[in-house]
């Protein structure tokens, strides 16, 4: 039963990282390209005045920057992916910029190790806590994942393009990584306890990441359009809301189908 669940999860998550390279494609990729646009001129001097400082959230050049295992496994939970991180790095490197890849395939390449692997994580939260994946609920377990992962340490690291300034990478990685973790067992205590205690502790813990504060960078100036980036966190956030619901629903639909029906 157990392999079987994992398998379903695999299935699932590779469907919904196909998914979401077609949303990035569409979407996403587009604010990438015109970002890189400015990258290498002068930020303007009236820059620093106008920006807000909580969008100086992680970068998307100084996360994959990181050569340490933990940094590089962050870095691949972005809501953008590394092969288009940066438009125009490695285009002199033979074969592409991912094994020898072109950028597209390993674009869908990461996306699809990103979704089998939030997908097994799913599957074994819902097989710890007793509580399965199904169709009808599909939805909610794609919602809470999308809450726990992107939305909520949005609200201190807002997901960045290319030239946005950015605190220490070390110092923004342990923020998120907490605030996922704190959020995850916050809507868990919200969602399947019933004890009003419980649910008090729940609130504490997805509140007391953004209270501490994500690390913020000094230096707040940049040429790159105020207006571009919230359009990027926007849409950068709507697609990866479409890939949880996604690996949510498909996982319940196989699970409902082909794992409980043996």
Known sequence: MIVKTLLAAIVAGLIAGVFMTAAQEMRVVPLILHAEEYEGETPAADQPATQDPAAAGHDQHSSLSGTSPVGELLSALSPVTPAYAHEHEGEHEEGGIMFG???????????LVTGAGFSLLLAGVSLVIGYPITLANGALWGACGWLAVHLLPAIGLPPELPGFPAAELGDRQVWWAATVLFSAAGLYLLALRRELVAKIAGLVLIAAPQFYGAPQP?????????????EFAVAALATTLAFWLVLGVVSGFINDRFVKAR
């Open 101 to 111: 890849l072109s950028r597209f395939s390993g674009t869908l390449l990461a996306n």
């Open 218 to 230: 000094l230096d707040i100036s940049s040429n790159v359009p105020a207006v571009l980036g919230a």
